[in-house]
């Protein structure tokens, strides 16, 4: 299994921009693809951006263009995927979710972070 602790967030105006961060600790060696989903205020859990451990990256059609993910693998102990988003509307206000998937694109575990707030509002 695998712990992951995320940080970055907060209130920012539209157009604006914010970093989120998601470091990934444990069976780190087993892990397909980390990434985000956001869930906003009635709405279901949707996915924002994987990437995979060969790079490959799966952007939402909302966020191309705007989000960018990077991740650093340098740390033997731990992975660690950058969420820069840029040029912020208020329909990306939601609550992020790390997520990291265990195993292959075909059979793999869900593991989330706890969560964080992204505000975008004037």
């Known amino acids: 299994q695998v712990q992951l602790v995320e940080s970055g967030g907060g209130l920012v105006q539209p157009g604006g921009s914010l970093r989120l961060s998601c470091a990934a600790s444990?069976?780190?060696?087993?892990?397909?693809?980390m990434g985000w989903y956001r869930q906003a205020p009635g709405k279901q859990r949707e996915l924002v951006v994987l990437i995979t451990s060969s790079d490959s990256t799966d952007y939402a059609d909302s966020v191309k263009g705007r989000f960018t993910i990077s991740r650093d693998t340098r740390d033997n102990t731990k992975n660690t995927v950058y969420l820069q988003m840029n040029s912020l509307e208020a329909e990306d206000t939601a609550v992020y979710y790390c997520?990291?998937?265990?195993?292959?694109?075909?059979?793999?575990?869900?593991?989330w972070g706890q969560g964080t707030q992204v505000t975008v509002s004037s």
């Open positions: 997520n990291a998937k265990l195993g292959t694109k075909l059979l793999h575990l869900d593991y």
């Open positions: 444990g069976s780190i060696d087993i892990i397909y693809a």
